[in-house]
């Protein structure tokens, strides 16, 4: 079945620092991908999506670009602030249904 | 425009006994989805809804819990018997209809269940 599999966490990192987070899926045929983000406490957020090959999306300095012939969708910032520090979830939803799969999540610290 | 809301934010209940968490979508969604996450751990598939049918069920534990979505009224998740295990947080997120693949979920802000 469709999966995702992201880089495991906690990620530190200074303030200004450059930021990658891995992200690669499984999945037949072309899914929309998702990047969400959850602060302490609170529910999910969108951050970015894309929905086709070679599609970058991009919200708040945060980036990521489909590639299909890595089958990656790797979030990229940068220069990080503190409060950005947060757990950051890839997700895709497959062409076959609506089912939105996630992966495990990666903690991000930022310190001042 | 209010988002998706979720129904208590915390609950508290002794081992054995039923919970029931309320799910309202954003107004005019049809697609209701349900994730467990566990402390320090990833979201976890549940169950997905449309309107007055469970159309994916597969991350359901077969016994003690069910979803529903009826025509008029919130989505409610049902955990019966309830055990430590069942502690987590537990999410809905809504979609609305027709808009293709590339359309997200908007989460609420989940409820805490706690398991004593």
């Known amino acids: 079945g469709d999966s995702v599999t992201q880089m495991e966490g906690p990620v530190t990192l200074s303030e200004e620092a450059f930021l990658t987070i891995n992200c690669t899926y499984t999945?037949?045929?072309?899914?929309?991908l998702f990047w969400y983000v959850q602060y302490p406490g609170e529910g999910l957020q969108l951050l970015l999506k894309a929905t086709k090959a070679d599609d970058k999306g991009s919200n708040k300095g945060f980036e990521a670009t489909y590639r299909k012939e890595t089958t990656s969708f790797h979030l990229e910032k940068g220069s990080v602030q503190v409060s950005d520090s947060a757990v950051y979830f890839c997700?895709?939803?497959?062409?076959?249904?609506?089912?939105?799969?996630f992966g495990k999540g990666t903690r991000l610290h930022i310190l001042p | 425009n209010a988002g998706v809301m979720q129904n208590p934010r915390h609950l508290v209940r002794r081992r054995g006994q039923e919970a029931r968490l309320r799910c309202s979508p954003v107004k005019g969604h049809s697609h209701v989805y349900w994730y467990r996450q566990l402390p320090e751990e990833g979201l976890k598939f549940m169950v997905y809804l449309q309107k007055e049918n469970i159309i994916d069920e597969s991350g359901m534990p077969k016994e003690r819990f069910s979803a529903e979505f009826p025509k008029e009224g919130p989505s409610i998740l049902r955990i019966q018997q309830v055990v430590r295990g069942d502690s987590a947080a537990y999410f809905c997120?809504?979609?609305?209809?027709?808009?293709?693949?590339?359309?997200?979920?908007?989460f609420g802000q989940g409820t805490r269940l706690t398991v004593v």
């Open positions: 997700a895709l939803k497959g062409n076959r249904d609506d089912k939105i799969i």
């Open positions: 999945a037949t045929g072309y899914p929309s």
């Open positions: 997120a809504s979609s609305p209809p027709g808009q293709g693949q590339g359309t997200e979920a908007f």
